[in-house]
């Protein structure tokens, strides 16, 4: 089997390795891949990011599934293009992908079928908006309506920093067109959990819970990033939590689609605000959905994934989810994201990275903003590498992962030193 994974990031990096390990797979592609991938044997670079030019490769290739890593080429309907062409793809099609792509469609998604949120509005005035924030006070939470790579989210803690945010995005136009619309929406408080699980139109498959770290400093302090850090399982996430959670958000949001006209087919992960109490009373609310697996979420659960996850997708792709085909590892799995200077401001790139360890059965190295030139390994993007660890412990998974990352050098670098800290606690 030839399979093309189409993204850049670590989350690739993962699932093309893995995609590798599977008896049944011959050749992986990895469109445009990083550095990781352009040194690992068992992969190949392809330098195409337009969609009509890999649809092209994949038939002349004769590629026989294409699985998409980043949320930008499925909002821009590169599943709808691969279908029509006959390609085999594993991804939502552009209109599932609005459950993404505008945080306004999927608010009032879920307010349509009754899938618990916080309260919100949506807004392309500054007056109207502003005078919302005064109404409802803050804590208060302003996000782009579009994609806006993580950087479209203010947690305003005043309603002066609320108002700014408003003005930076409907006025000064500081994101652009993702910015042209703002949707506001009650502050939750609680802890977060990365839900994700696989959709073949019909089946579901939930993947092994996890959790970010989205803020850039220890104890969850500094700015938001694209995560910084995750490990799986999310122990927050009980027997218990997982059955209200497929009940409560996952299957009314499959129905919903459905309902709407719109089949699923694809990843479905729900960033979820969990807040404290008994495992039966306490609220889960979505904090938002995304439409394919998380960065860096997808380096522990890929870490953790047993069995052949190729024939999975493959099947996945064609309507016939194999629910018994993988399993997991009962360890902990768990990944330290290294971050290039001035991280998440406009990262510095070209610097020399070294000493990453050989890959290890219980410890890899992925790889996201590095690029490979001369051979030599360079920084080349803001979150350059995902050091994932296994443990029979978290405590293990952290160690192991932590001394890996001690050996890797490269100027500027930063990351956090407290991975994991709420399963520890
Ligand atoms: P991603 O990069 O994960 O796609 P995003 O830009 O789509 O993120 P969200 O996930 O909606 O943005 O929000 C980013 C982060 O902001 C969340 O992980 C959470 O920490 C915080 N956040 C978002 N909405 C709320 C809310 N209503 N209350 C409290 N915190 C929130």
């Keep these: 089997m030839k399979v ?86 594993f991804g939502p099609s552009q209109a599932a992908a609005q459950l993404e792509s505008s945080k306004d469609f999927a608010k009032a998604f879920m ?10 509005a949506t807004f392309t005035s500054p007056e109207e908006a502003h005078a919302y924030i005064n109404e409802q006070g803050a804590p208060i939470v302003v996000k782009a309506d579009g994609l806006a790579a993580g950087k479209g989210v203010v947690v305003a803690q005043t309603q002066q920093e609320a108002h700014d945010a408003v003005d930076a995005m409907l006025g000064d136009g500081s994101l652009g067109e993702a910015g042209a619309r703002v949707v506001i ?6 802890e977060e959990a990365s839900f994700i699980v696989m959709c073949d139109g019909k089946s579901i498959l939930p993947m092994a819970t996890s959790q970010d770290h989205k803020r850039q400093l220890d104890n969850d302090q500094g700015p938001n990033t694209g995560g910084m850090g995750a490990y799986s399982p999310a122990p927050i996430v009980s027997d218990r939590l997982h059955e209200r959670i497929m009940q409560e958000v996952i299957y009314p949001t499959i ?26 009373d306490r609220s889960i609310k979505v904090l938002e959905f995304n439409c394919r697996m998380g960065d860096p979420e997808t380096q522990p659960i890929i ?29 902990t799995a768990l990944g330290v994201v290294m971050a290039s200077y001035n991280y998440p401001g ?17 410890c890899v190295t992925f790889h996201a903003g590095t690029t490979l030139q001369n051979n030599q390994l360079l920084t080349s993007g803001g979150r350059v590498l995902c050091v994932t660890a296994l443990g029979d ?9 932590y001394a890996a990352v001690k050996q890797i050098k490269f100027d500027g670098q930063q990351y956090r030193s407290d991975i994991a800290w ?3 606690k």
């Excluded at 929406?185 to 609680?190: N, P, V």
């Excluded at 689609?257 to 495992?279: P, R, W």
């Design 4 to 89: 093309l994974v189409i993204g850049n990031g670590g989350r690739e990096h993962a699932i093309a390795w893995r995609i590798a390990q599977s008896a049944q797979v011959t050749n992986v592609f990895v469109a445009p891949g990083n550095g990781g991938t352009a040194l690992d044997p068992l992969l190949k670079n392809v330098p195409i990011t337009n969609l009509d030019e890999l649809a092209s490769f994949a038939k002349t290739e004769g590629i026989d599934l294409t699985v998409v890593g980043p949320e930008a080429p499925l909002a821009a309907g590169v599943v709808d293009l691969f279908r029509e062409q006959g390609l085999a793809i």
């Design 111 to 120: 307010v349509r079928h009754h899938i618990p949120t916080s309260a919100y």
């Design 185 to 190: 929406e009650g502050f939750l408080a609680g």
């Design 255 to 280: 129905q919903g689609m459905e309902k709407d006209g719109i089949t699923f087919t694809g990843f479905l992960y729900a960033g979820l605000m969990i807040d404290d109490g008994n495992d039966e």
């Design 303 to 331: 870490m953790r994934l047993q069995g052949d996850y190729a024939d999975t997708l493959l099947k996945a792709a064609q309507g016939k989810l194999d629910q018994a085909s993988i399993s997991w590892d009962p360890r």
């Design 346 to 362: 406009t990262p510095r790139t070209g610097d020399t990275i070294t000493g990453i360890p050989a890959a290890q059965k219980d």
């Design 393 to 401: 412990t978290v405590q293990q998974a952290r160690e192991t992962a």
């Design 422 to 424: 709420r399963a520890l």
